[in-house]
């Protein structure tokens, strides 16, 4: 539910916002502004909260998590001004971005090898929903003015409220407790002795998957944040096609991205894994060409729309998900994932105040997004193509037998592994 309530508070505030513009006397400046701080807020709660949810325990935060968002929502349904709509986006922000790493940590962490990746994937449909719940309220109450806003505000701090009610019953998770009594006991064993930055940077098996999803995601994401805040620009001034007819393919195409969600939670655990990752990456790469290479017109832009919806399913946010969960011991989980997260959003911001000088030639602008996504894709083949570490079935080994791994440990159902491929579960 972190995934459905990131979404829909990002696509709520785009509305919400507009309709409290006439009703409470924002400016568009500083509508802007708490667009920005929105973003920002989430990208600093995930560099935050990753961290503070493996120092002090996955419950505790993802409870305060949906406190503050709950709390925001509020603050944003009452707002009479400017003022308490920044804190209310601040703490929506926080709270959100904070929530993602440490969520999926805790739905990891209590999922089996074979389900694995299929859980955390599962995430991606309720992302999806986000959006459609959101634009659905916005459809609702679009003409009720600040009434309208306040609705749709209220349907975050409603949904953070249940979540939050629901999560009172969940223990803290069985792998952090254990890895937390075993770092303040000082015991050596993987997940005790790598609880910091220093160990990702000091050690190549670490090291190696940091920096491609740092790379991975950070590209990747450029393109989908672009597509995101200018799609309608493109589609009504260069394609020539309508609001309306622009907001219809999107829908259709949340369908056609939901239906490759699916899909991916059936591949991701199996040995598929690779293979459907570099279909999806070119077709998510390629699908900015098209127009480039056919023109800005209404066919060209739809097939730009179907082949990302696809290929973003098999090679974007979900497998990012998966990978940071994999490829790092318990204690830093949730570190690791909140600082992808959070550089990814910073740097998509910051690329997004000189989107619209190159939206002027529209040709060059999704040249340059298919070149940096295809790095970024690179990124993520190169750094997870032979992978062999999973940090789950490290930690399960006693730590006196890493030198010499029992057979039995060498092979598993994972997708990145074979009978002929031998275990290396971490150096020395």
């Not at 916002?17 to 400046?29: A, C, D, N, P, R």
């Not at 993802?62 to 986006?89: K, R």
């Not at 990746?117 to 309720?126: P, T």
């Not at 911001?349 to 002027?360: D, E, F, K, S």
Request: net charge positive; charged share 10%; glycine share 12%.
């Amino acid at each position: 539910m972190a995934s459905y309530i990131d979404a829909a508070a990002i696509v709520s505030s785009g509305t919400a916002l507009v309709l409290y513009q006439h009703s409470i006397g924002i400016t568009e400046g500083q509508i802007g502004v708490l667009s920005a701080t929105l973003t920002l807020s989430i990208a600093v709660g995930a560099l935050t909260g990753g961290r503070l949810g493996d120092r002090y325990g996955r419950r505790r935060v993802f409870l305060t998590t949906m406190a503050m968002i709950a709390l925001g929502s509020m603050l944003l349904v009452l707002a009479p001004g400017f003022a308490m709509l920044m804190a209310g986006m601040m703490l929506v922000g926080l709270g959100s971005g904070a929530d993602l790493p440490v969520s999926l940590a805790s739905i990891s962490e209590a999922a089996a090898d074979h389900n694995r990746g299929r859980l955390v994937g599962f995430s991606q449909i309720l992302w999806f929903g986000g959006i459609i719940g959101a634009n659905v309220f916005g459809i609702v109450a679009g003409g009720m003015g600040q009434l309208g806003g306040q609705v749709m505000f209220a349907h975050v701090g409603i949904v953070a409220l249940v979540v939050l009610a629901a999560r009172v019953s969940i223990p803290e998770s069985t792998t952090w407790a254990d890895a937390d009594r075993e770092r303040t006991s000082g015991t050596a064993t993987i997940r005790a002795s790598n609880t910091g930055l220093k160990d990702v940077l000091g050690k190549r098996i670490f090291l190696v998957p940091f920096l491609a999803l740092i790379g991975f995601y950070t590209f990747t994401n450029i393109g989908a944040n672009t597509g995101g805040q200018f799609g309608t620009y493109i589609g009504v001034n260069v394609v020539g096609i309508s609001v309306q007819q622009q907001s219809l393919l999107g829908i259709v195409m949340l369908g056609v991205g939901m239906l490759g969600a699916l899909a991916f939670m059936r591949i991701v655990d199996t040995p598929l894994r690779m293979t459907v990752y570099a279909v999806g990456a070119i077709l998510l790469a390629g699908s900015y060409l098209i127009p480039v290479i056919f023109g800005f017109t209404l066919i060209p832009w739809i097939a730009l729309s179907f082949f990302n919806a696809i290929g973003g399913a098999f090679a974007f946010e979900a497998i990012m998900k998966v990978w940071s969960q994999e490829s790092f011991p318990t204690l830093l989980r949730s570190t690791i994932q909140g600082s992808v997260i959070g550089i990814a959003r910073v740097i998509a911001a910051g690329v997004a105040l000189i989107t619209p000088a190159l939206m002027n030639t529209p040709a060059l602008a999704y040249l340059l997004i298919a070149i940096i996504v295809a790095v970024g894709l690179g990124c993520g083949w190169a750094g997870f193509r032979r992978s062999r570490f999973d940090a789950f079935a490290a930690e399960s080994l006693d730590p006196s037998s890493l030198s010499s791994v029992p057979a039995a440990s060498r092979t598993t159902s994972h997708p990145q592994y074979s009978p002929t491929t031998p275990y290396v579960p971490t150096e020395r």
